[in-house]
């Protein structure tokens, strides 16, 4: 079975500073990895994806992911936070099997705060 | 630019009164989903159209029913509103392979009086 786990329910940091929000992964398959970004009272933003191309992944507004598959681990990082990355992060897995499964497994998501 | 718009952005209805909240899109995809969004919680799948192939999650209360009368647009019925389905709504595409990303919506957050 597919599964998700956010490691911090809560992550705070200093504006400016360097930013980890943490997922680990389990799958049978090959999975495809996506990092979500969503403000308050607004729909989900794709941050970045992985889907079996290169394992260092670039995203939007400064943010990069690596898939390392021996740690079932798709870490979120940006080297330097902003006061607009405050926000809810949710990392997603399809579950990466043939067919027509196109139930996404969701994190519980990581609530972002950025101190000024 | 494409996109997915949900209309209206925030709806008010009362308890056991019929709503509907709609979704179009821009971007041509042939798969559209619904989701319930709850407050600090991830958003749950109620169903999902691929093309007019309409696929319901096994928990989604009878309540819930959808329609998709074309490409660009597909709508969520609420048949008797109770005060648990107050949440955000959200709609999403993507295109036909399994493993691509999902657009969302700005969200429709309904409140039930």
């Known amino acids: 079975a597919q599964s998700v786990t956010q490691l911090d329910s809560h992550v705070s940091v200093s504006e400016g500073t360097p930013v980890l929000l943490r997922c680990n992964y389990s799958s049978s398959y090959s999975p495809s990895l996506f990092w979500y970004v969503q403000h308050p009272n607004k729909g989900l933003q794709l941050l970045l994806k992985y889907t079996s191309a290169a394992t260092l992944v670039k995203g939007i507004n400064g943010f990069e992911a690596e898939f390392k598959k021996s740690e079932t681990s798709f870490h979120l990082t940006k080297p330097s936070a902003h006061m607009s990355d405050a926000a809810e992060y949710f990392c997603?897995?399809?579950?990466?099997?043939?067919?027509?499964?196109?139930?996404?497994?969701w994190g519980l998501g990581t609530s972002l705060a950025v101190n000024p | 630019d494409a996109m997915v718009i949900q209309n209206p952005r925030y709806q008010v209805t009362q308890f056991g009164k019929p709503v509907t909240l709609s979704c179009s899109q821009t971007?041509?995809?042939?798969?559209m989903y619904w989701y319930q969004q709850k407050s600090s919680q991830a958003p749950k799948l109620l169903f999902h159209?691929?093309?007019?192939?309409?696929?319901n999650e096994a928990d989604t209360p009878d309540n819930f029913q959808s329609r998709r009368p074309n490409t660009s647009f597909c709508f969520l019925d609420i048949r008797s509103p109770g005060l648990g389905d107050a949440a955000m709504y959200l709609c999403?595409?993507?295109?036909?392979?399994?493993?691509?990303?999902?657009?969302f919506g700005d969200g429709t957050r309904l409140s039930i009086l």
């Open positions: 999403a595409t993507s295109g036909q392979g399994s493993n691509q990303p999902q657009h």
């Open positions: 971007l041509n995809h042939n798969v």
């Open positions: 159209y691929y093309d007019k192939d309409f696929n």
């Open positions: 997603v897995v399809t579950p990466g099997n043939a067919g027509n499964n196109r139930k996404l497994i």
